[in-house]
């Protein structure tokens, strides 16, 4: 099987997904899946694609993460890996992946800060005196 590779997206996260047959070892950014994300909770969101479709063992996934927050990579990531396994075979992965809702990407983003303003939609304490 050759190489398949696939973009995920979560807030200014960016995962790209390199999967190929093998074992089921996770590489990010040269680094261990243990390694990379100490926590448990987010080793289980990045897992979660893989265990739903029971492919944990099957697959050498090689990642480049880049940008936002821990959480955000984690997600970014879980995106990518449902969308690699829909390319690798659509009939069998894209309908569990579809009912968890992997495969849609969450769009909510950090709303800019506004000008003459604390924050994005906090005020400065009205004074009327």
Do not use: H, W
Not at 8 to 32: F, H, L, M, Q
Not at 71 to 78: N, S
Request: charged fraction near 30%.
């Amino acid at each position: 099987m050759e190489k398949v590779n696939a973009l995920g997206r979560r807030k200014s996260a960016v995962a790209r997904v390199y999967v190929g047959s093998g074992k089921g070892n996770i590489t990010i950014n040269g680094k261990e899946l243990g390694v990379y994300f100490p926590d448990d909770s987010l080793k289980y969101i990045v897992m979660q694609p893989l265990n739903i479709t029971n492919t944990a063992g099957s697959f050498d996934i090689t990642v480049n993460l880049d940008g936002g927050g821990i959480k955000g990579q984690a997600e970014a990531l879980r995106l990518a890996i449902s969308r690699a396994l829909c390319k690798i075979d659509a009939e069998a992965y894209r309908p569990a992946l579809k009912k968890e809702g992997f495969l849609s990407r969450d769009a909510r983003e950090v709303e800019r800060k506004k000008p003459g303003q604390p924050g994005a939609r906090r005020r400065f304490q009205f004074s009327k005196r």
